[in-house]
C-alpha cells in the first residue's frame, strides 16, 4: 500500500492561482500512473488528471485543460497540481491517487489502489 499526502491546499479568490502537492511514500513511486481527482459538495468524485509513469504523457477533464497542469518529480516521489485561473465551480476536496497496476493513463478511479485523505480548496469571488 502506498500513503499519499496532500498539501496546498486553501481559499483563493477567483482567477487566481494554487499549486497542489502529494508526496508518496516507498521507493516505486517511478513505477505508478499518478491522478488527481475532487470532490465538490454534493457531487461524485470526478476524475482532474493523470501522468504517466515517466511524466511523458498526461490527460485532462475537458472542465480543467488549459488550466490546470500536472507534472511530478520522482527523485522526491511527488506529484503537483498547478491550478489557475481558478473558478468558482473548481471549489472541491482534492484528491491524489496511484495507480500501481495500470500500464496507460485512466480517467475512471477504479483503476486507482491508493488514495490521500484529501485537501480542501476554496474558491471565492
Known amino acids: 500500500q502506498v500513503q499519499l499526502i496532500e498539501s496546498g491546499g486553501g481559499l483563493v479568490q477567483a482567477g487566481g492561482s494554487l499549486r497542489l502537492s502529494c508526496a508518496a511514500s516507498g521507493r516505486a513511486f517511478g513505477s505508478y500512473i499518478m491522478g488527481w481527482f475532487r470532490q465538490g459538495p454534493g457531487k461524485e468524485r470526478e476524475f482532474v488528471a493523470t501522468?504517466?509513469?515517466?511524466?511523458?504523457?498526461?490527460d485532462y477533464a475537458d472542465s480543467v485543460k488549459g488550466r490546470f497542469t500536472i507534472s511530478r518529480d520522482n527523485a522526491k516521489n511527488t506529484v503537483y497540481l498547478q491550478m489557475n485561473s481558478l473558478r468558482l465551480e473548481d471549489t472541491a476536496v482534492y484528491y491524489c491517487a496511484a495507480s500501481r497496476y495500470s500500464s496507460r493513463l485512466s480517467r475512471d478511479r477504479v483503476r486507482y489502489d491508493d488514495w490521500g485523505q484529501g485537501t480542501q480548496v476554496t474558491v471565492s469571488s
Open positions: 501522468i504517466s509513469r515517466s511524466g511523458s504523457s498526461t
